[in-house]
């Protein structure tokens, strides 16, 4: 079956239902959806997307450890074989999470069949804070996970780093800031040297974008100032099977749900 599989961080899945979250869904033609930030619990989410689970979606949702940050989840068409919260590592049968990052609502992972998907929301941090150590530490988590895992893997999200100069409209002017430090830069080349492939660049070769993120502020999303910081990384052979990727960006500021938009990609 030809899957195609989006990824949006909803900025507030209870606000985003009320925006046009619930008609996206309701449109969509994916077969899985990966939410990041529902800023929710459990009850708060599947409330909020109660008509797209009435309608037959399955909802998989590890809620934030902390009250309005983070949450992330996955919709799908089926039922998920098994599903595992907080980034880890598998050991036979028995996962065994990250402790520092097992109950912070920021990774989430379950089986169709051979494939695994995974939706992850790696926080902003800040250049020179604790903070952005511990982003350090969690993408070191989560390259352990990408390297471990044996099989097909699409592992998507908002990562908040801007790979290369073209992922971000002002590079220059963010040379210094989170999301395009080197280090963070670094990680990403070395998930690509590694085996994994960024489908949406491997289909948008040498162009800017296409941006999935514009500030609220200004004339940012009218003017696309925006950053490709929502990425679909993939490794096995479905990564070889991606043959269309768009950023699904509204018509009008307007109309926005998020100030993400959906990155959907379709595998032959």
Known sequence: MAKIISTCNVNGVRA?????????????????????????????????????????????????????????????????DAVRVGVGLLDGETWSPVPEFATLGRYLEADFDDLTIASVYVHTGEADTPMQDEKYRFLDAIGARMLAHPGEFVIMGDWNIGHTELDIKNWKGNVKNAGFLPQERAWVSSMLAAGYRDVVRDLHPGVPGPYSWHSYRGRAYDNDAGWRIDYQLARGDIATRAKQAVVEKAATYAERWSDHAPVTVQYR
């Open 16 to 80: 985003a239902s009320g925006k046009g979250l619930l008609e996206w869904l309701a449109a969509t033609e994916a077969d899985i959806v990966c939410l990041q930030e529902t800023r929710a619990t459990d009850e708060q989410t599947r409330s909020a997307l109660a008509p797209a689970l009435d309608a037959g979606w399955f909802l998989s949702h590890a809620e934030p450890g902390l009250k309005g940050r983070a949450g992330v989840a996955i919709l799908s068409r089926k039922e998920p």
